[in-house]
Nanobody, 116 residues
């Protein structure tokens, strides 16, 4: 079955960096756009970044543009989110997402906390 497993979250000081990973299995990974979303306490889940099937094209939310970089490794069914210059407002649970077979698939999420 489809599985998306995120890792790499943690506690980091403002201005710090983290790299999130998402291991995908159970589907033909290279055929689909992959995305990262996040959800802060008391807020709705929001889009963070997307990457095309080949990795040639990326899209970012305005709030993370210039600080975050999404990438993928189709040989190993992995998608990454490099997060630089982290801010307290980046604190959230981060989710890996794929949409296919007419539905969304989500991982369990990984907590990112930015605090001094």
């Amino acid at each position: 079955q489809v599985q998306l497993v995120e890792s790499g979250g943690g506690l980091v000081q403002p201005g710090g960096t983290l790299r999130l990973s998402c291991a995908a299995s159970g589907f033909t990974f290279s055929r689909y756009v992959m995305r990262w979303y996040r959800q802060a306490p008391g807020k709705e889940r929001e889009f963070v970044a997307a990457i095309a099937k080949s990795g040639a094209s990326t899209t970012y939310a305005d709030s993370v543009k210039g600080r975050f970089t999404i990438s993928r490794d189709n040989a190993n069914n992995m998608v990454y989110l490099q997060m630089n210059s982290l801010k307290p407002e980046d604190t959230a649970v981060y989710y890996c997402n794929g949409y296919f077979d007419l539905r969304n698939y989500w991982g369990q999420g990984t907590q990112v906390t930015v605090s001094s």
